[in-house]
């Protein structure tokens, strides 16, 4: 059924809604009324691109949710990545490149020359990270659950949060 996903079975998290909550702060990050964004874009001009690592959302929640905030994170660093005016620094994988392919590069089988050379790693000096909530509410058979998603951009060098904003869901049921 096409619909199906449409329609609310319970209070928990669904695809739909976690997609809906990232969206907001999405747009909220790359709109034009975005302050980090807008110096982002002056940065990049200027050849000194922003580097921004993506690191988890924290699930403050009862949900079991972690892997489709994982994907969904993927989804927001697709967005930053085709804005064009930042660098996505991987931070997932950056241990692993370190520890396997640059040490691989570095044996005899490869051209000194062409291989990959340690220390020239990218530094983010921003990342993007957020927390996930809720707060639910039971009154006879009704039930009411309130999701809120805070996800910021902090300067790596300073602390200073430089962009954060809170997207909400309510979602509820009658038995």
Do not use: C
């Not at 697709?78 to 660098?87: A, C, H």
């Not at 692993?96 to 020239?120: N, Y």
């Amino acid at each position: 059924n096409p619909d199906l996903d449409k329609y609310a079975m319970s209070t928990g998290l669904d695809k739909l809604d976690l997609e809906k909550l990232f969206d907001q702060n999405a747009s909220s990050l790359l709109g034009p009324e975005s302050g980090v964004m807008r110096r982002w874009k002056n940065d990049s001009m200027g050849k000194n691109e922003a580097r921004v690592a993506i690191f988890p959302v924290k699930n403050e929640t009862s949900e079991h949710v972690d892997s489709q905030l994982q994907a969904l994170l993927s989804k927001f660093e697709t967005k930053l990545i085709n804005s064009g005016y930042v660098t996505v620094v991987s931070y997932e994988n950056q241990k692993k490149l370190l520890v396997e392919e640059i040490k691989t590069q570095q044996s005899a089988a490869f051209d000194p020359d062409k291989a990959a050379q340690l220390g020239k790693q990218l530094g983010a000096n921003y990342f993007i990270t957020g927390k996930i909530y809720d707060s639910a509410e039971k009154s006879g058979s009704e039930r009411r659950v309130q999701y809120f998603l805070f996800m910021q951009a902090i300067e790596v060098e300073t602390g200073a949060i430089r962009w954060q904003n809170e997207a909400n869901l309510t979602k509820g049921l009658i038995k």
